[in-house]
């Protein structure tokens, strides 16, 4: 390994000092993610407002201004409801129906659901949202399962949600330094198992407070990986 003095390139710059801290201190990603209020809330919301927005649909056997003869009933708006969680309080839109025939079990199942609930939005930030995890969360929350439409329509949201979390800019902390690391994992692209790199960049702010600010993927740790 080169001394700091000798590396010019400000990305080999920062690759090389971050294998120097690594050796010191282990990176837990999910502990700081566990502590990333925003990134929790976001999510959590997000979930929780699109199994509402499901169960809805089930109860009425139709989307949102879809046409079907299969349809039981109209919606009739929404009303605000506030759910205080470990993550902060949440601003939800409850929807109603012209019959009342909706009601939902989320809420009370929601306290005993929400560690398994954080825990796998956890694990979505590093490894993309899936099928197989929203449809068990969705299960959980609710008490029954969906149609396959109605989880894929639930994995969109996360996903749009993720993509903006990730695209966000970053205006409202400034960091005093910035660490990057990267760990090897095997991972199956297109019917072959590999090995990635997950690249992570973790920044510290001045009060030394640390934030994961991003998660992605390469094939290798490399200079031109971390541009």
């Known amino acids: 390994m080169r001394v700091m003095s000798e590396v010019t390139d400000p990305v080999e710059r920062m690759h090389t000092m971050t294998h120097r801290q690594v050796r010191t201190e282990l990176v837990d990603v999910k502990e700081l993610l566990g502590k990333d ?63 009342g025939r909706f009601s939902t079990e989320l809420f009370e ?21 899936s099928t197989r995890k929203v449809k068990a969360v969705t299960e959980e929350l609710c008490g029954h399962s969906f149609s396959a439409s109605a989880v894929s329509g639930v994995v969109k949201t996360l996903d749009a949600r993720l993509k903006a979390f990730f695209e966000r800019r970053l205006e409202k902390t400034a960091f005093a330094y910035l660490i990057l690391d990267a760990r090897y994992e095997r991972v199956r692209e297109g019917g072959i198992i590999t090995s990635q790199a997950v ?29």
């Open 37 to 99: 209020g925003d990134y929790l809330r976001t999510m959590v919301e997000a979930i929780v407002q699109a199994t509402l927005e499901a169960e809805m649909t089930a109860v009425l056997g139709a989307e949102k201004g879809e046409r079907t003869g299969e349809r039981l009933g109209y919606r009739s708006g929404y009303y605000s409801r506030c759910l205080i969680t470990r993550v902060g309080t949440l601003e939800l839109k409850v929807p109603q129906d012209r019959q």
């Open 109 to 129: 199942r929601y306290q005993r659901s929400e560690k398994a609930l954080v825990a796998t939005l956890i694990e979505m930030y590093v490894q993309g949202v």
């Open 199 to 227: 690249l992570i960049a973790i920044g510290i702010d001045f009060e030394g407070g640390r934030q994961v600010i991003g998660v992605d993927l390469a094939n290798r740790e490399s200079g031109s990986s971390w541009r």
